[in-house]
Every structure is written in structure tokens, then in C-alpha cells.
T-cell receptor
Framework: DTAVSQTPKYLVTQMGNDKSIKCEQN?????MYWYKQDSKKFLKIMFS???????INETVPNRFSPKSPDKAHLNLHINSLELGDSAVYFC?????????????????FGPGTRLLVL | AQTVTQSQPEMSVQEAETVTLSCTYD???????LFWYKQPPSRQMILVIR??????QNATENRFSVNFQKAAKSFSLKISDSQLGDAAMYFC???????????FGKGTTLSVSS
């Protein structure tokens, strides 16, 4: 049973296209995230949702729009793709309550989606 | 703003030997969490070990242990009895008590030779 899953795993597309990446978690977590890993392997947060509510929105072009239909799903839609959007995008999830009792601070990652824009 | 620094872009170790990966961080918070994640060539991000800042005892998970020095803001990872399967990129990450996003270092690529 996959805890955090992403589709597709690979995405090759042309500049200017619109694409979506889907993420689902079956861990019962309340918080989900999107991270971007660039060509130098640097990982940076893009968005975070808690119970379908946006709580982190880093400096990301507004061509990127996250959507959370329910707390188990967080999708990422990208409009007008550019060459610089080529990267690996990771979805992650955690409980929203950090602390010694809940141990909710640990984030579990999906397998990543490698996006290549030509 | 919090930052995480991994000063060793690459490290190498022989099988069965011990290696230590360094990580320092900068924060003004007193309560926070530190993590080491492993990313093998499959690119899956795998949690290796975590440490709560309020705990003085260093975390251990089988062959993996940390040396957490809160005053020095240092969080190194020791891998004992290294195995070929340990070859991967290792990321140190920080999360504060209130926030939710992980802040990552730039990673250390570990190679293991037989």
C-alpha cells in the first residue's frame, strides 16, 4: 500500500502547455505539501495545505496553482509551462499537530514527478 | 529566517566503515525538529532519523545515529558499518515547532565502495 502517491511519475511536454500533477495520501494526514527539487537537487517548499486550506504559499509564479478537493488529495496545476519549470516535484504529507505526543512533525514524501519542458 | 548548511557536497566510505555527515543550522527558536532524509537514485525521499530539539539524548536508528549539539546548532549523521545500499544523497532538514515546511540543506552525496 503506497502511503503517498503521485501521478504521473514522468511528464514531458512542450513550452506553453498546461499540465497537472496529482497527489494522494492514505495516511489520514491533515497537511499536504508541494516541494520543488531543481537541477542542483535543492529542495524548496512551494505550497502547504491543511484540511483543504492554503497555509503556505511561497514566492512561486502564479502560473502554479494548487488545488485540494479533500484533505487526502493535493493537486498541482501549472499553466503556460516554461523551460525553467523543469524539475522534480514532490508531494508530502504530515499530521498537523507537531509535538512529542503526536509525532506529527514528520513528513512523508511521494515518489516525485519528473517534469521536463522542451 | 532559518537556514540549513551541509558543507560536504560529497563524501565517500568503504563498506563496513563508519562515516559522518555534517549539518549546521541557524535559528532563533528553542523548540524545533531536525531530520535526515536519504534520496537514492530512485529519487524517493526516505526518512532516516529525526531529533526533537527538547531531547538531550541523541537519536539512533539501527546503524544510523546523530550527534546533536544544540548550543553549537550542529546535527551530524553517523552511519556505522556502511553498506552499498547506503549510497545516496543525504539531506539535513529543519522544521520549527509552529511552522510546517521543511527547510533543507543542499545535500551530501555519499558513495560507498567495496
Amino acid at each position: 500500500d503506497t502511503a503517498v502517491s503521485q501521478t504521473p511519475k514522468y511528464l514531458v511536454t512542450q513550452m506553453g502547455n498546461d499540465k497537472s500533477i496529482k497527489c494522494e495520501q492514505n495516511l489520514g494526514h491533515d497537511t499536504m505539501y508541494w516541494y520543488k527539487q531543481d537541477s542542483k537537487k535543492f529542495l524548496k517548499i512551494m505550497f502547504s495545505y491543511n484540511n483543504k486550506e492554503l497555509i503556505i504559499n511561497e514566492t512561486v509564479p502564479n502560473r502554479f496553482s494548487p488545488k485540494s478537493p479533500d484533505k487526502a488529495h493535493l493537486n498541482l496545476h501549472i499553466n503556460s509551462l516554461e523551460l525553467g519549470d523543469s524539475a522534480v516535484y514532490f508531494c508530502a504529507s504530515s499530521q498537523d499537530q507537531a509535538g512529542p505526543i503526536f509525532g506529527g512533525e514528520t513528513q512523508y514524501f511521494g515518489p516525485g514527478t519528473r517534469l521536463l519542458v522542451l | 529566517a532559518q537556514t540549513v548548511t551541509q558543507s560536504q557536497p560529497e563524501m565517500s566510505v568503504q563498506e563496513a566503515e563508519t562515516v559522518t555527515l555534517s549539518c549546521t543550522y541557524d535559528t532563533s527558536e528553542s523548540d524545533y525538529y531536525l531530520f535526515w532524509y536519504k534520496q537514492p537514485p530512485s529519487r524517493q525521499m526516505i526518512l532516516v532519523i529525526r531529533q526533537e530539539a527538547y531531547k538531550q539524548q541523541n537519536a539512533t536508528e539501527n546503524r544510523f545515529s546523530v550527534n546533536f549539539q544544540k548550543a553549537a546548532k550542529s546535527f551530524s549523521l553517523k552511519i556505522s558499518d556502511s553498506q552499498l545500499g547506503d549510497a545516496a544523497m543525504y539531506f539535513c532538514a529543519y522544521r520549527n515547532q509552529a511552522g510546517t515546511a521543511l527547510i533543507f540543506g543542499k545535500g551530501t552525496t555519499l558513495s560507498v565502495s567495496s
